[in-house]
């Protein structure tokens, strides 16, 4: 038996870790570091229907234990993703989670349509959490009717199972959950970056040229945690947990919330091979847990019962 | 591409100008001036890598020596450390200087601005290994930041210019070239960009590669942090990072 292999709607997965999207391009720059082959899934950049140069530099500033960007969802459109880039990473054995986007509800259905006819895309996952554009991304992920129209438009048009990335930047993340699996959903991943902002001390102008950014990387870890032990615990879909995980502990963490599976984003710019690394000290952490497979891990932290939070007591 | 590099030496040259020297089994793949390192500084904070260019590679010793100014936190950290201490250290990423764009009897005119001097004295070294004449002109803000003008020197001729006058001819490299009608078959300038484009303005028939300065996140070209456009496109676009920093003039829109 192979204690890391999970199984989500449309995925077969030899292990539970993947890059997230937006932190690993299109696999070619990771690929001359190590055979993308080991890794349980990929998640590719966010496609859009035409290309797209995104926002200008600066694009990104550090922050304690993270990192701001405001790419803006760069991309050379759907095309050429169907034509070279998908073709490209076909060589690998790895399944690919695509990322859709788009300005409008229309944009997103047809770049859906397309990209999941893709052989190797077993998975679409529909971005209505990017912080950086103007038009679309965040505005379809922060009003659950909204949301919902557009996860059942994309259900409509797409050959393969929808996972739907969620926002943190909402009230209710729960309701927000619900409402997307209602629309039928296959599953859930999150989360995407915080919207966060810095401004430099000398000139008072904000750093990214983009003003505000997406906040990543291991500052926003324990938000991550809550947010999918709260969802996790309101839905049955599975949930695939992104937000500052840079070790195979942090990958057992987002399990107990209630994670199935797991991406690792900013992590991939400090070290190249901090993807195969975790995967290959699961095992060994499993065997110190006592836990013959990772999945006994999911949801552990509520469905043990122990673990009631009294607010105000 | 990774390894824990060794500080070997670790000296202020000038005012927050740092000199650091590292050893590892890495020096070996490092062949190109223009090229740099992406220096992990801590363990947790600050969270990314510094891209530092090369400054000079010394195979036979297994040694690379880079220069920074200690400015940011990670820079001012990096400071801190002393020999015996080691490194993470990613690298060598990039594209660097043509070398061989300048043959053997041609002069090769290498222009550097404040911290965009270090990449040009290993490709200084490189030329006059190879038969190329080399004249170094060297911008800086002050006097006391000032640095590797005797080093410079021992490859050929060297002039300085400050934008204050308080060493060297006052004013900027141009004018040094201008003024002194530097003539050369090939140029490689580094530095901030309002110095790179006046070169390319000024040598539209000259072959001139220039290396670029962006602020990076993963240095290798996935992140999309270090993205510039590319003449008459409004999508086109080269990474810094990963399709430069070194690029002929004109492929980029400065």
Not at chain 1, 9 to 26: D, I, R, T, Y
Not at chain 2, 121 to 133: P, R
Request: aromatic share 8%.
């Amino acid at each position: 038996m192979n204690r890391l292999v999970v199984q989500l709607p449309g995925l077969s997965l030899k292990n539970p870790v993947m890059p997230a999207s937006g932190c690993f391009g299109f696999g070619r720059e990771y690929a001359k570091f190590y055979d993308l082959s080991v890794l349980g899934a990929i998640m590719i950049k966010a496609t859009t229907l035409e290309a797209r140069f995104g926002n200008p530099t600066p694009r990104v500033a550090e922050t304690p234990s993270g990192m701001l960007n405001a790419i803006g969802l760069q991309n050379p459109g759907l095309e050429k993703v169907m034509e070279e880039e998908l073709p490209w990473l076909a060589q690998y054995d790895v399944p690919i989670i695509a990322n859709v986007a788009g300005s409008t509800m229309e944009d997103y259905v047809e770049v859906a349509k397309h990209i999941s006819k893709a052989p190797n895309v077993h998975a679409l996952e529909l971005n209505i959490s990017c912080p950086n554009v103007k038009k679309g991304g965040i505005a379809f992920g922060t009003v659950p009717e909204v949301a919902a129209e557009l996860t059942k438009l994309v259900k409509e048009v797409s050959e393969v199972p929808v996972y739907v990335k969620l926002s943190p930047n909402v009230t209710n993340i729960v309701e927000m959950a619900k409402a997307i699996e209602e629309a039928g959903a296959d599953g859930l991943t999150m989360i995407n970056t915080l919207l966060g902002m810095r401004i430099d001390i000398k000139t008072a102008e904000p750093i990214l040229a983009n003003r505000t950014g997406g906040l990543s990387g291991p500052a926003i870890k324990p938000i991550a945690i809550r947010m999918i032990y709260e969802v996790s615990q309101a839905v049955s879909i599975p949930i695939i947990g992104m937000g500052g995980i840079q070790s195979a502990e942090d990958v057992i963490e987002f399990f107990y919330a209630g994670a199935s599976a797991v991406a690792v984003g900013t992590a991939n710019f400090v070290d190249p091979f901090v993807c195969p690394n975790i995967i290959a000290e699961l095992p060994a952490l499993l065997d110190e847990l006592g836990f013959a497979h990772i999945s006994e891990c999911t949801g552990r932290s509520w469905k043990k019962g122990g673990s009631t939070i009294y607010c105000g007591a | 591409m990774k390894e824990q590099m060794t500080i070997v030496r670790h000296e202020q040259l000038a005012k927050q100008i740092y000199e650091l020297t590292l050893s590892g089994s890495l020096v070996q793949t490092m062949n190109e001036p223009g090229q740099f390192v992406h220096v992990k500084v801590a363990e947790y904070a600050p969270l990314l890598r510094r891209p530092l260019s090369l400054c000079d590679i010394n195979k036979e010793a297994g040694e690379c020596t880079m220069i920074y100014r200690a400015e940011g936190a990670g820079t001012t950290l990096l400071a801190k450390k002393r020999p015996g201490e080691t490194i993470d250290v990613l690298g060598p990423l990039g594209n660097g200087f043509p070398v061989e764009a300048a043959k053997a009897g041609q002069r090769a005119l290498l222009v550097g601005g404040g911290i965009g001097v270090p990449p040009l004295y290993e490709l200084a070294k490189q030329f006059v290994n190879s038969g190329v004449s080399v004249t170094t002109v060297l911008g800086f803000q002050t006097k006391e930041v000032v640095f590797y003008e005797q080093k410079f020197l021992t490859y050929g001729e060297t002039y300085v210019a400050t934008v204050d006058g308080s060493y060297g001819t006052k004013g900027f490299v141009t004018d040094v070239i201008n003024e002194r009608a530097l003539s050369f078959d090939v140029l490689y300038a580094c530095g901030p960009k309002p110095m790179l484009k006046a070169l390319e303005q000024q040598f539209p028939q000259k072959e001139v590669y220039l290396s670029l300065e962006e602020r990076m996140g993963c240095g290798v070209g996935a992140c999309f942090a270090c993205v510039c456009h590319v003449p008459n496109s409004e999508t086109a676009y080269k990474k810094v990072c990963s399709d430069g920093p070194v690029f002929k003039a004109g492929e980029v829109v400065l």
